[in-house]
């Protein structure tokens, strides 16, 4: 694969992947991988190709200019888009060839989501918008909430549990987002360009608290940006140019 080498020690404005780290990361063992991924919209092909493997509580930062397909690969990843050539596996089952009503539900299981601008529900106080994807799951409207509730404190944010997302600040309000893609203890987090819509303060608290949270919970996170700041709280940079995994692509 175009990226399968271990993950190289750097630093990051939280004093990110120490030498302890790599190691641990290095005898991971891969739970995402997509292989020769293809995918076309009408005569564009915004994957080439593309090798990627990705090992258990690994953070990778997928970087690249715009159009480069960096939020396609994340799509495919994520088994929200089907490539039109190659294969997607995680946890050793392949994913791309199962219908849309099993991807859905491995997304709700097994994967977190954090966009740009949040997408919280803005009739919802900040704790139901938490414990949304758990009542979608099924989960127990009570249950869901006690869980929704104790990653306020995780994610700095006691206190803001019954505000809708208009009486926040874009960077609460973001958090509140990570809030809700950890809140059912995933095993991949994706996200896409998480703090593009934020200051520079804000989204590095963002990024402090979304990377901490998940080291702690051993939760792989894949994050697309296109902020060199940003991705140097990653383990590694994947670097995504015109379709394909560029020969730089580790940090």
Do not use: W
Not at 139 to 162: H, N, Q, S
Not at 180 to 204: I, K, M
Request: hydrophobic share 45%; charged share 25%; net charge neutral.
């Amino acid at each position: 694969m175009n990226d399968a080498r271990p993950p190289q020690v750097s630093t990051s404005p939280s004093g990110m992947a120490s030498a302890a780290r790599a190691r641990v990361l290095e005898s991971a063992r891969p739970v995402l991988s997509g292989e020769g991924l293809v995918r076309r919209f009408g005569a564009t092909e915004a994957l080439r190709g593309i090798d990627v493997e990705v090992r258990e509580g690994e953070i990778v930062a997928v970087m690249g200019p715009s159009g480069s397909g960096k939020s396609t690969l994340l799509h495919c990843l994520a088994g929200i888009l089907r490539p039109d050539e190659g294969r997607v596996v995680f946890d050793g089952r392949r994913i791309d060839d199962l219908g849309e009503g099993e991807r859905s539900r491995l997304r709700r299981s097994a994967f977190g989501f954090v966009f740009q601008f949040g997408q919280l529900v803005p009739e919802l106080p900040a704790v139901e918008n938490v414990a949304l994807p758990l009542l979608l799951d099924g989960v127990p409207r009570a249950r869901a909430m006690v869980a929704a509730a104790a990653m306020f404190p995780k994610l700095g944010l006691e206190g803001l549990e019954g505000r809708r997302p208009g009486e926040v600040s874009g960077g609460q309000a973001q958090r509140i987002a990570v809030a809700r893609a950890l809140v059912v203890e995933p095993r991949v987090l994706f996200a896409d360009e998480p703090t593009g819509s934020l200051d520079s303060l804000a989204g590095e608290q963002v990024m402090e608290l979304l990377t901490g949270a998940a080291r702690a919970a051993r939760v792989t996170v894949l994050l697309v940006t296109h902020e060199p700041r940003i991705a140097a709280y990653a383990d590694r940079e994947l670097i995504v140019r015109d379709g394909r995994v560029s020969n730089g692509a580790s940090a």
